[in-house]
């Protein structure tokens, strides 16, 4: 039996290529015949960290396995250290070893990282290989497996190898989200917010009357999750001109980065951009003309989600520095993406840093 799901279409500027994202509770049990439809290949690699794969990594190669394909799971360690040079050599040289050819497809089973390194490792394994993402925290099905951005890190900085790379299919249950841990939930949630916060206040109310029960009600969840998306999708899908557009999906992320750069990436993503989200509230106030109410109403949405907890002890003189280092500065005033009201962003070039700052301070106070 086929389950209930709901599709986004990602057609690229530019591109002939499209592919679709498929949305619903149980759709893990689908897989086989989504692939088969792909026509790919029975041989097939599922990467995914030991974490994950301990959970569904038997679950999905047994879907797989009944739907005629000859599957091997490929681990990595989880977190952020996988995405390296020298494990992306080990899974190719794994690929290999197990007689993978450049039709043979990877499939992402994991999170960001899993989706970011094994995005990376298809797109340069044998110069190109078909690849499928099974995002598996919210972060990744709101946000990390649309665009078809791929990357490892390097000992300078994050995501500083990387590649564009195109997924034949994205195929996201929100079942995995039963066993995420809430500080997961709360960096996938942050991204929600944002993105309803530059382009549908629709789905900051539904989200408001959703939130006691949302991750009990899965059907809601899906829809939600679907809407995140399309808005994700909708907005990568720009062209070149239309390149401001692009930008204001950084709603929340000059602030962000710099905070999680202070705090040397121990602060969780989500709950950067939340405090990020909170001080481009206010600023939109000073600088946008966001009238007062709304913004209340979005800080008030921010703080019941939980999403903005204690910050650990940052220097204010470190997160301004972290501020005018990034790339998004000019001299003292820096770019933000801005509300003049909620759905409606605009790009803001020169704020001041100093307003920043006080902003930030008092989110945090
Ligand atoms: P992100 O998507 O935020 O980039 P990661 O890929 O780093 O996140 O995954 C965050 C953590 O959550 C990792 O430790 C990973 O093993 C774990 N994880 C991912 N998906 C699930 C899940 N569905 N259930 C439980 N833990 C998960
Ligand atoms: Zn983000």
Same mark, same amino acid.
């Given at each position: 039996m086929q389950s209930q799901s709901r599709a986004i279409l990602i057609t690229l500027p530019g591109r002939e290529q499209r592919y679709r994202v498929l949305i619903g509770p149980g759709l893990r049990f689908d897989l086989g015949s989504h692939l088969k439809a792909l026509d790919l290949p029975p041989r097939l690699f599922v990467v995914s960290d030991r974490r994950v794969a301990g959970l569904y990594g038997g679950q999905v190669t047994g879907v797989l396995e009944k739907a005629g394909f000859s599957p091997t799971l490929l681990e990595v360690s989880p977190g952020e250290r996988a995405k390296t040079w020298p494990v992306v050599q080990r899974l190719a040289r794994d690929l290999l070893a197990q007689g993978?050819?450049?039709?043979t497809c990877l499939i992402a089973l994991g999170g960001g990282v899993v989706g970011d390194l094994s995005g990376f490792l298809a797109s340069i394994f044998m110069r190109g290989a078909p690849f499928i993402q099974v995002p598996t925290t919210l972060l990744a099905m709101v946000d990390a497996s649309l665009g078809g951005k791929t990357a490892i890190n390097l000992p300078e900085g994050k995501n500083l190898l990387g590649t564009f790379h195109q997924p034949r299919l994205v195929l996201t249950d929100p079942e995995f989200l039963d066993t995420l841990p809430p500080k997961e939930r709360r960096n996938g949630l942050a991204e929600i917010l944002k993105h309803g916060f530059i382009r549908d206040p629709d789905l900051l109310t539904r989200l408001e009357r959703l939130r006691p029960r949302l991750f009990q009600d899965r059907e809601a969840l899906a829809d939600i999750i679907h809407r995140a998306a399309a808005i994700k999708a909708e907005v990568v899908a720009a062209d070149e001109r239309e390149a401001d557009l692009r930008r204001i999906l950084n709603f929340g992320h000059t602030l962000g980065h710099a905070l999680e750069a202070a705090s040397r990436y121990r602060l969780a993503h989500g709950q950067a951009v939340a405090f990020g989200m909170l001080a481009a509230l206010q600023l939109s106030v000073s600088?946008? @003309?966001?009238?007062p109410g709304a913004a209340a109403y979005g800080q008030r949405l921010i703080k019941d989600f939980d999403l903005a907890r204690k910050l650990p002890n940052l220097a204010m003189g470190d997160v301004l520095a972290a501020l005018t280092l990034d790339?998004?500065?000019? @001299?003292q005033n820096s770019v933000f993406v801005l509300l003049e009201e909620l759905g409606k962003p605009v790009i803001y070039p020169d704020v001041p840093l100093s307003l920043a700052a006080e902003f930030l301070q008092a989110g945090w106070a």
């Open positions: 993978a050819d450049r039709r600088l946008a @003309g966001l009238s790339k998004k500065r000019e @001299g």
